[in-house]
């Protein structure tokens, strides 16, 4: 497996050298090494990740502190990295040229989701961890497989509900998965909420996700 960082952010490739492509975004802690690992075992399973760093190097673990690089961040130069970030990920000789998934936590949900929608030629599976999103979803072409905690204060309940319920309005490819006891950042090694049994089943579930959404578009060879 081949890695590397740069100063916009984390690739990873699997040892074949090619494989369908996977943009992960990650949460308001930054492009921490949990993020830059989520990559790794993308790799490992067999796709190519591409992870932009939407701070600039800035990370922290403290939540007062995500929150004030949050609110200080500059959203369109954000807006354009992640934009760009996605087409230079499928244009990369080592994924082919088609569609990919995206892999969005928390803050990183949200940009996934808005990718579905304002790039949708783009975008075939997009996989989001406790987030959700107000745009709208009628352009997207994507499947949609959401994993949300049981008690989370960060996530409205009434626009998570919205936002599945418009999606199956728009008659989109979605599940939507609730994990009983589990908190926001479950799925999070490094994080309090870590629900160990929550975190794997969630994963089964997302590469089972991106191999059969993704895995057609690789020609033999």
Known sequence: MA??????????????????GVL??????GLTPFF???????????????????YGGRTTDDPEQAQAILADADMNAALGLVRASLGALRNM?????????????????SWALYLASRMPDFVAATAVFYGSQSV????????????????DSFVDDDELVLLEADLRLLEKDVTFHRYPGTEHWFFESDRA?????????????TLAFFHERLDPFMAPG
């Open 36 to 54: 830059k690992h989520v990559c790794d075992r993308l790799a490992e399973a067999g796709f190519v990740a591409l992870a932009p760093d939407l």
């Open 136 to 151: 709208d979803m009628a352009p997207a072409t994507s499947a949609f497989l959401g994993h949300f905690a049981e008690k």
């Open 93 to 109: 000789p080592a994924t082919p040229d088609a569609p990919v998934g995206t892999l969005g936590f928390s803050m990183g949900a």
């Open 193 to 205: 909420a870590y629900d160990p049994a929550a975190a794997e089943l969630a994963w089964e579930r």
């Open 24 to 29: 992960v975004l990650h949460a308001w802690w």
């Open 3 to 20: 890695r590397h960082l740069d100063g916009t952010g984390y690739v990873t490739v699997p040892d074949s050298g090619r494989g369908p």
